[in-house]
């Protein structure tokens, strides 16, 4: 029998521990209170689009497999993302936000990084390139990412130029998009002041694991 995570603002904690048993689909209360919905039936791929030959539904789980880029049907703006996901050594992946859903998400939207990080294949990444990092823009904390084959539960928040990322309970990013005029890779991100957008997940072929995805909107 799988437990359904619930979680509140003040309980990220707990939110976290129950994580390691938790299976996607149904919202606890608490967090349906708070105005979080699902946006994954834990059976179907209905709400995405996009690559959905390259993913499947398994048991309450999101399976990104051939992968490729799987958006959701409805564009958000200012958001609170919560998902679990799992890695394969390796394992390399992204979520795309407020992306237009064509083109490369990481520029004409914004990639917030998935990445085995600690693998001996990534010993030379740049610091902008770690899990959880704003792809080419803004460097994630490390070292908060649990090893390949566990659960780890994130958020990200975007609410106008803010963008804060949660990682197994650690914020690992925090940046003002609006005092960012120079990217650190030195590429145009022409979509890192898109107002809206698709929300994705960004597959490179690796097997990566994903379930209890919700959102709550922000004003």
């Known amino acids: 029998m799988r437990i359904t995570c619930c979680v509140t603002a003040l309980s990220l904690s707990v939110f976290v521990l129950l994580s390691?048993?938790?299976a996607a689909a149904e919202l606890c209360p608490e967090e349906a209170q708070q105005g979080f919905v699902s946006l994954f039936d834990g059976k179907t791929l209905d709400g995405w689009k996009g690559a959905t030959e390259g993913y499947s539904a398994e048991d309450g789980l999101l399976i990104c497999g051939r992968g490729g880029n799987l958006?959701?049907?409805k564009e958000y703006a200012s958001f609170i993302?919560?998902?679990e996901f799992k890695l394969p050594p390796g394992g390399n992946n992204g979520v795309g936000i407020r992306t237009p859903g064509k083109g490369d998400a990481a520029y004409a939207g914004m990639e917030i990084q998935?990445?085995?990080?600690?693998?001996e294949r990534y010993k030379n990444i740049r610091p902008y390139q770690a899990h959880g990092s704003i792809y080419g823009v803004a460097p994630a904390k490390r070292g908060f990412l649990k090893p390949a084959g566990e659960w780890n539960?994130?958020?990200?928040?975007?609410?106008?130029?803010?963008?804060?990322?949660?990682?197994n309970g650690e914020v690992?990013?925090?940046?003002?998009?609006?005092?960012?005029?120079?990217?650190?890779?030195?590429?145009?991100?022409?979509g890192l002041h898109n107002e809206k957008g698709y929300?994705?997940?960004?597959?490179h072929g690796a097997r990566i694991e994903f379930r209890n995805l919700r959102i709550k909107e922000l004003p």
């Open 199 to 203: 929300i994705g997940f960004l597959g």
């Open 114 to 119: 998935i990445l085995d990080d600690g693998h």
């Open 20 to 22: 390691t048993v938790a």
């Open 172 to 190: 690992i990013v925090d940046a003002d998009l609006s005092k960012i005029d120079k990217t650190m890779d030195g590429r145009s991100h022409p």
């Open 153 to 167: 539960a994130e958020e990200i928040m975007a609410d106008g130029s803010h963008i804060k990322v949660t990682l």
């Open 71 to 73: 958006y959701t049907d």
């Open 81 to 83: 993302f919560r998902f």
